[in-house]
């Protein structure tokens, strides 16, 4: 069966510090990849989605960015953190077939100080 | 007009009862459909997937999609205490296109 991992589970960072959080999935392989961010009383936002390594789609410009070095491995980065990137950062999954459900992963609770 | 509207509550119902939770959406391309209950702190987590119109029954857990008038449901019937929870709606059209989320109601059934 497939399993998707995030770490850290928690993280407090200063302002100004730089980012860098992991999502590995397990159990398929060429997934579809998302990272959102849910803001406190606020919806999911779609951040990056990959298709295949090396392929990022970015929805939101921001100080953030992301990158797939291996075919189940997505990392959401920053040089420099802003207050407002506090959130709690999810890593989904899809298969490569459209019509595949999305798992989401257990999340990164992020608290920028 | 947002592409997926859906009412943030807060919902409180009395343990037992039927629980209706609703979205709309405006884009007719739209054809898969999802239901994820998130509870605090954690991960949202797939409950129902429904392919176009119709209905879909799992356990206490009836998932509706009218296409026509662009509204999906979920039923929740015998609500448990243990049904507290965040609901997210969410959609897709056909090909690689990315979930669209309505913003969640959040249900809380009382013992």
């Known amino acids: 069966s497939q399993t998707i991992h995030q770490w850290p589970a928690t993280l407090v960072q200063p302002v100004g510090s730089p980012l860098s959080l992991e999502c590995t999935v397990e159990g398929t392989s060429n997934p579809n990849l998302y990272w959102y961010r849910q803001a406190a009383g606020r919806g999911l936002q779609l951040l990056f989605y990959?298709?295949?390594?090396?392929?990022i789609s970015s929805e939101v410009p921001q100080n953030l960015s992301a990158s797939r070095p291996q075919d189940r491995q997505f990392i959401l980065s920053s040089k420099k953190l802003l207050l407002s990137d506090s959130g709690f950062y999810l890593c989904?999954?899809?298969?490569?077939?459209?019509?595949?459900?999305?798992?989401f992963g257990p999340g990164t609770r992020l608290t920028v100080t | 007009q947002k592409e997926v509207e859906q009412d943030p509550g807060p919902l409180s119902v009395p343990e037992g009862a039927i629980v209706s939770l609703n979205c709309t959406y405006s884009?007719?391309?739209?054809?898969?459909f999802m239901w994820y209950r998130q509870y605090s702190r954690k991960g949202p987590e797939l409950l129902m997937y429904?392919?176009?119109?119709g209905n879909k029954e799992d356990g206490r857990f009836t998932a509706q999609v009218d296409k026509s008038s662009k509204y999906i449901s979920l039923f929740i019937r015998d609500s448990q205490p243990s049904d507290s929870a965040t609901y997210l709606c969410a959609m897709r059209s056909p090909g690689n296109t990315p979930l669209v989320f309505g913003k969640g109601t959040r249900l809380s059934v009382i013992a």
């Open positions: 429904t392919y176009s119109s």
């Open positions: 990959s298709v295949g390594i090396g392929q």
């Open positions: 884009n007719s391309a739209f054809q898969y």
């Open positions: 989904a999954w899809r298969g490569g077939n459209p019509s595949y459900e999305q798992y």
